[in-house]
């Protein structure tokens, strides 16, 4: 037997010793051996080196959180790590069911990535040309940066402006405004990710040049995109993706950062995350465990699914998803019957009915991507969404570390920034992805700079 398969002999052992002595410690601790398996994987190919930016890694950590950790956690305090009180339950059957599904979740996702789909979908995705001077990227990151510039301050101009104080900014009101005017105005969501998008489109601009000057200009660049998209909108998925992309672009085209570095700046951005959330929610900052309960609002995935096995009466086939993709960015005004109820909203209403009413649509509920497959097509679902969302990911790697084409770094580091969004919707994450693909188009015409450093040594990374 491979070494890869041990840690899944010890998954179904475990999974059948808690259902059979109705054990909830066993139950909850039998899905962690999964976690060797990737990098078991991974280790079988001697001669290819762990590259931290490698997306696969933030997506199993983040699954593994939501559907392992977060069970386990609950199960030890309930009250600190209960999600949505009074519209999800734990009933004890499905709680069950959903561990054992989790767990073959994550082996689909992990299958899905080492499999060979994902080769297979890179020669799907577009080459780009292959040379130009640099100049004409720094073009396109201005074009960007100015028109998510003005989005965004057209944004607080239709509001009547924001009430921006040091409270107001670390508790959930204005974002809460912000999230309110962008309904019925889904193009301003589009400009503050170009805004995002400039940051990193910058940053290549700048790597190419033979002085150090033009990182002042990106560094300025950057604070202007960090305090409208974070203070004003309120969106910290766009700040992850500012700083990602500017990492991304420093890993790929300048000097490569260790693992030990990148997993320090990710321990201390989960820390700050949750200290915001703390403030956010007014947790208790004596306690440490209800203060890191505050993001279960988040990755809330395994809680959802337990009440989508318990309450889904008939499956949707699809429709879900296909709604995210066609009716997302479909302007009213070409459509005046578009719904306001569709796509994961949909998804997350067939198992939490009227929750979407209740905040008066200020905030939604991804129900996770197991969750969202389960109620679109069952079982199978559950696990084939996973395992495409991983697929995309190795096809989209391999294309960045073969090509090192400013498109793919810039995609790339996009769709590494937003592995949330990903673990919590598939539907809603393929209509981005579609838009931030359209947005930077040009990069596929525009070319590649002559990257004159770590172009050879990145390549034999992958």
């Known amino acids: 037997m491979k070494t890869w398969c041990w840690p899944i002999a010890v998954w179904l052992l475990l999974s059948a010793a808690g259902a059979a002595f109705a054990n909830v410690a066993l139950t909850v601790l039998a899905p962690m051996p999964l976690l060797a398996v990737p990098i078991l994987l991974h280790s079988q190919d001697r001669e290819r080196r762990i590259d931290p930016f490698e997306p696969i890694w933030a997506f199993l950590l983040l699954f593994a959180f939501s559907y392992f950790a977060v069970p386990a956690f609950a199960a030890l305090r309930p009250d600190a790590f ?20 989790s767990g073959g979740a994550f082996l689909a996702a992990v299958a ?57 900014l670390l508790s959930t009101t204005v974002r809460g405004e912000a999230v309110r005017n962008f309904e019925g105005r889904g193009y301003l969501n589009v400009g503050s990710w170009m805004l995002a998008l400039s940051i990193p489109c910058a940053a290549l601009w700048a790597s190419a040049q033979e002085t150090k000057k033009p990182w002042a200009i990106v560094a300025i660049m950057s ?44 321990i201390v951005t989960a820390a700050a ?48 998803v296909l709604q995210d993709v066609v009716f997302t960015y479909l302007p009213r005004g070409l459509w005046a019957g578009k719904p306001d109820i569709y796509g994961v909203v949909s998804a997350q209403d067939h198992i939490i009915p009227g929750a979407y009413i209740s905040v008066s649509g200020a905030y939604t509920f991804p129900p996770g991507l197991v969750a969202e497959g389960y109620l679109n097509f069952g079982v199978a679902g559950a696990l084939a969404f ?17 090509s090192l084409h400013p498109f793919y770094i810039v995609f790339g580091a996009w769709l ?9 919707a598939l539907g809603p994450s393929l209509s981005t992805l579609a838009v931030v693909g359209i947005l930077l188009s040009p990069l ?12 050879r040594r990145t390549r034999m990374a992958a």
Not at 280 to 286: C, G, H
Not at 386 to 402: F, G, M, T, W
């Open 273 to 320: 995350m949750v200290t915001v959330g703390a403030l956010r929610y007014r947790s208790s900052a004596s306690d440490p465990i209800e203060a890191f309960g505050v993001i279960v609002a988040t990755f809330d995935g395994f809680h959802f699914l337990v009440n989508a096995l318990a309450r889904t009466q008939e499956f949707l086939w699809g429709a879900t």
């Open 386 to 402: 996973p395992y495409l969302a991983s697929a995309l990911l190795r096809a989209v790697y391999l294309r960045l570390v073969e």
């Open 444 to 455: 596929l015409i525009l070319g590649a700079p002559r990257w004159k450093r770590l172009r």
């Open 82 to 101: 209960t999600s949505l009180v009074g519209y999800l339950d734990t009933p004890p059957a499905q709680w069950q069911a959903s561990t054992w599904m």
């Open 112 to 168: 899905g990535y080492f499999g060979g789909v994902g080769p297979a979908l890179k020669h799907l995705l577009p080459r780009g040309t292959s040379t130009t001077d640099g100049h004409s990227i720094g073009l396109f990151a201005l074009a960007l940066f100015v028109a998510g510039l003005a989005a965004s301050i057209a944004l607080v101009v239709i509001s009547g402006g924001l009430e921006l104080s040091l409270p107001r």
């Open 416 to 424: 590494l920034s937003q592995q949330v969004g990903l673990i919590r």
């Open 223 to 266: 604070a202007i995109s960090t305090v409208l998209l974070g203070a004003v909108l309120g969106s910290r998925n766009l700040l992850l993706a500012v700083a990602a992309g500017v990492l991304v672009v420093l890993h790929y085209r300048v000097r490569r950062f260790p693992t030990r570095t990148v997993v320090a700046l990710a």
